[in-house]
């Protein structure tokens, strides 16, 4: 009978051990399409680069993505104002600490700003955000007070500090270097030339390391990187024993997951077969064939939540206007080609073919979702005749029967033919592509394709170095600051305008709008500088973006955005 009930118990005990579940791990791996340019705190551009940011590091203020309003972040409020628009006094929450357990003051909100608008710091294409920043002042008693002083009014000095993250004196500045010297010291070229201590703390905050190594990317949001294979993932874990679970009714101090692991796969194919094997948990990335094919298994779907959604994004194909007449020939210098472009666009059939007819047209840089959206401007539409008739105008002809279009140009036969730059990270850009080269070809234009890989692509457009660029910009809730896309001076120091459009009239323009105070008024003037910019052609508009977002069900607390990134990773939480 012992024997006998010895059994029974060792057989009851392995029923019950079977039944149990497998503890899940409490790691969410996410799908990217290509990896961040780099991490280091202040230079650098790609979208993936500023979502981590959104863990690893804290703002002074950030964006409250339900309602698309400022909400204070390491700031306890929103800063008191000046009258005249130019002071704005902030005071820091008492428990931000760094991983050293130091306390975030305003010295580290100074050295910000100097390590940004520093001339040597390699951070060109965002330089120009911190322009408006005259000085940094702290308080004599509180060192968690300080003072942002602006050189004139602006729509975005609140706003532009939810983009950058604030990064610690102590860690990035041993020596003290930069607080030796003024803004305008550190601003002024002639100054700086041969001052070998600013130029040693440059070199060392470049340095290579700050790039990639995770051991020297430090921040202090709730999630640190640990592990970067170039090629094949990132990985963050949660900080321990983090400050941000005193706020955590905030999103930005949540930390739900323990590791969010970005998984790159470029490839379509295969990215389907991981989200159907459950190796992926979440995609906002998948193509929209694969998404569609998806949404009709039933399998997938029972465990899969599956959401279109809006964004602020738009595509659009960029052409150089301001070409340096010999690697890229003096084509789309001339308004009339670049109208004749826009016309020879196949927008319906890419529609359909690539997008499913799940994306709408845009018909400028600005989002039909907001206040400021020029409703009067008509989209172009594809028409072959009228475009050819442009050409004609414009002097383009087939005079040696070769089937592609020409014409003297500074005395030299010049061939309608030119190269169109593209990202081979997704799928859709190659398709797009292809769609605007075999449309072109029936005006007797010759279109090749250049697939560049993500860093190459980048260059390329900053160097001015393309006849014309497939690209993507991603849009916000926040006021639009045009001088970063379309500014001359965003031309002349290989920032973000890329085609080379403007004026000294845009530029005054933009100048008024960035410095209106006034909604009524600026919106006015904002829908002024979308009809020039219409009028002058520098882009062939596409689409505004959908975003297919694809999350398993096992993660819980789901809120979808328009605003990038659309879901905020470390807000799901794993269910029991």
């Given at each position: 009978m012992k024997i006998l009930a010895c059994l029974v118990?060792?057989?009851l005990s392995l029923v019950f051990l079977g039944s149990c579940k497998k503890p899940q791990q409490n790691s969410l791996v996410a799908h990217i399409v290509s990896e961040p340019d780099d991490m280091h705190p202040t230079n650098?551009?790609?979208?993936?680069?500023?979502?981590?940011?959104?863990?690893?590091?804290?703002?002074?203020?950030?964006?409250?993505?339900?309602d698309g309003i400022l909400i204070p972040c390491l700031a306890k409020s929103l800063p008191q104002v000046s009258a005249n628009g130019l002071q704005y006094t902030y005071e820091l929450k008492e428990e931000a600490r760094w991983d050293d357990n130091s306390f975030i003051t305003g010295n580290d909100i100074a050295f910000t700003a100097k390590a940004s608008k520093c001339l040597?710091?390699?951070?060109?294409?965002?330089?120009?955000?911190?322009?408006?920043?005259?000085?940094?002042?702290?308080?004599?008693?509180?060192?968690?007070?300080?003072?942002?002083?602006?050189?004139?009014?602006?729509?975005?000095?609140?706003?532009?500090?939810?983009?950058?993250p604030i990064i610690q004196e102590a860690y990035y500045d041993t020596q003290k270097t930069l607080l030796k010297y003024t803004y305008t010291q550190l601003t002024d070229a002639v100054y700086i030339k041969g001052k070998k201590d600013i130029e040693n703390w440059a070199t060392e905050f470049n340095s290579p390391k700050y790039y990639t190594n995770p051991r020297f990317i430090s921040g202090a949001g709730p999630y640190k990187i640990t592990k970067w294979d170039k090629g094949v993932s990132l990985t963050l874990e949660k900080k321990k024993n983090h400050w941000?679970?005193?706020?955590?009714?905030?999103?930005?101090?949540?930390?739900?997951?323990?590791?969010?692991?970005?998984?790159?796969?470029?490839?379509?194919?295969?990215?389907?077969?991981?989200?159907?094997?459950?190796?992926?948990?979440?995609?906002?990335?998948?193509?929209?064939?694969?998404?569609?094919?998806?949404?009709?298994?039933a399998n997938f779907t029972k465990d899969y939540t599956m959401r279109l959604t809006n964004t602020y994004n738009y595509i659009y194909v960029c052409m150089n206007m301001k070409p340096d007449g010999q690697k890229h020939k003096k084509i789309f210098n001339d308004i009339t080609v670049r109208r004749a472009m826009a016309m020879l666009t196949p927008y319906n059939q890419i529609n359909k073919t690539i997008y499913?007819?799940?994306?709408?047209?845009?018909?400028?840089?600005?989002?039909?979702?907001?206040?400021?959206?020029?409703?009067?401007?008509?989209?172009?539409?594809?028409?072959?005749?009228?475009?050819?008739?442009?050409?004609?105008?414009?002097?383009?002809?087939?005079?040696?029967?070769?089937?592609?279009?020409?014409k003297m140009i500074d005395g030299e036969k010049v061939k309608l033919e030119f190269d169109i730059n593209f990202m081979n990270t997704q799928k859709q850009w190659e398709d797009?592509?292809?769609?605007?080269?075999?449309?072109?070809?029936?005006?007797?234009?010759?279109?090749?394709?250049?697939p560049l890989d993500y860093s190459s692509f980048v260059s390329a457009c900053f160097r001015h170095d393309f006849d014309m660029s497939i690209g993507a910009w991603q849009g916000s809730a926040q006021p639009e600051d045009y001088s970063q896309l379309?500014?001359?001076?965003?031309?002349?120091?290989?920032?973000?305008?890329?085609?080379?459009?403007?004026?000294?009239?845009?530029?005054?323009?933009?100048?008024?709008?960035?410095?209106?105070?006034?909604?009524?008024?600026?919106?006015?003037?904002?829908?002024?500088?979308?009809?020039?910019?219409?009028?002058?052609?520098?882009?062939?508009?596409?689409?505004?973006?959908?975003?297919?977002?694809?999350?398993?069900?096992?993660?819980?607390?789901?809120?979808?955005?328009?605003?990038?990134?659309?879901?905020?990773?470390?807000?799901?939480k794993l269910k029991d």
């Amino acid at each position: 009978m012992k024997i006998l009930a010895c059994l029974v118990s060792l057989i009851l005990s392995l029923v019950f051990l079977g039944s149990c579940k497998k503890p899940q791990q409490n790691s969410l791996v996410a799908h990217i399409v290509s990896e961040p340019d780099d991490m280091h705190p202040t230079n650098g551009a790609s979208a993936i680069r500023a979502e981590i940011q959104l863990y690893t590091h804290m703002s002074l203020l950030r964006l409250n993505y339900k309602d698309g309003i400022l909400i204070p972040c390491l700031a306890k409020s929103l800063p008191q104002v000046s009258a005249n628009g130019l002071q704005y006094t902030y005071e820091l929450k008492e428990e931000a600490r760094w991983d050293d357990n130091s306390f975030i003051t305003g010295n580290d909100i100074a050295f910000t700003a100097k390590a940004s608008k520093c001339l040597l710091t390699n951070n060109t294409a965002v330089k120009s955000y911190w322009d408006n920043i005259s000085e940094v002042t702290i308080d004599a008693v509180n060192p968690k007070k300080f003072t942002v002083i602006m050189k004139r009014p602006y729509i975005l000095n609140t706003w532009f500090w939810t983009d950058f993250p604030i990064i610690q004196e102590a860690y990035y500045d041993t020596q003290k270097t930069l607080l030796k010297y003024t803004y305008t010291q550190l601003t002024d070229a002639v100054y700086i030339k041969g001052k070998k201590d600013i130029e040693n703390w440059a070199t060392e905050f470049n340095s290579p390391k700050y790039y990639t190594n995770p051991r020297f990317i430090s921040g202090a949001g709730p999630y640190k990187i640990t592990k970067w294979d170039k090629g094949v993932s990132l990985t963050l874990e949660k900080k321990k024993n983090h400050w941000t679970k005193s706020c955590n009714e905030n999103w930005y101090c949540q930390a739900y997951p323990d590791k969010i692991i970005f998984k790159l796969n470029s490839n379509n194919a295969s990215t389907l077969l991981e989200l159907k094997n459950k190796l992926i948990d979440i995609s906002t990335q998948v193509d929209f064939s694969s998404y569609f094919e998806l949404s009709k298994d039933a399998n997938f779907t029972k465990d899969y939540t599956m959401r279109l959604t809006n964004t602020y994004n738009y595509i659009y194909v960029c052409m150089n206007m301001k070409p340096d007449g010999q690697k890229h020939k003096k084509i789309f210098n001339d308004i009339t080609v670049r109208r004749a472009m826009a016309m020879l666009t196949p927008y319906n059939q890419i529609n359909k073919t690539i997008y499913e007819n799940n994306v709408k047209r845009m018909v400028g840089p600005v989002s039909p979702n907001k206040v400021d959206f020029n409703a009067s401007l008509k989209l172009i539409e594809y028409d072959l005749e009228k475009a050819k008739h442009l050409l004609t105008q414009a002097g383009w002809a087939d005079t040696d029967n070769d089937n592609v279009l020409d014409k003297m140009i500074d005395g030299e036969k010049v061939k309608l033919e030119f190269d169109i730059n593209f990202m081979n990270t997704q799928k859709q850009w190659e398709d797009l592509a292809k769609q605007i080269a075999e449309s072109m070809q029936k005006a007797n234009i010759f279109v090749k394709l250049n697939p560049l890989d993500y860093s190459s692509f980048v260059s390329a457009c900053f160097r001015h170095d393309f006849d014309m660029s497939i690209g993507a910009w991603q849009g916000s809730a926040q006021p639009e600051d045009y001088s970063q896309l379309w500014s001359t001076t965003a031309w002349a120091n290989n920032a973000l305008n890329f085609s080379g459009f403007g004026n000294t009239k845009t530029d005054a323009l933009i100048d008024s709008i960035n410095s209106s105070v006034n909604e009524q008024k600026r919106i006015a003037l904002s829908k002024q500088f979308q009809k020039l910019v219409y009028d002058e052609q520098p882009y062939i508009f596409m689409f505004s973006q959908t975003r297919r977002v694809v999350v398993n069900k096992k993660w819980e607390n789901l809120e979808v955005y328009a605003e990038y990134p659309g879901v905020l990773l470390n807000t799901l939480k794993l269910k029991d």
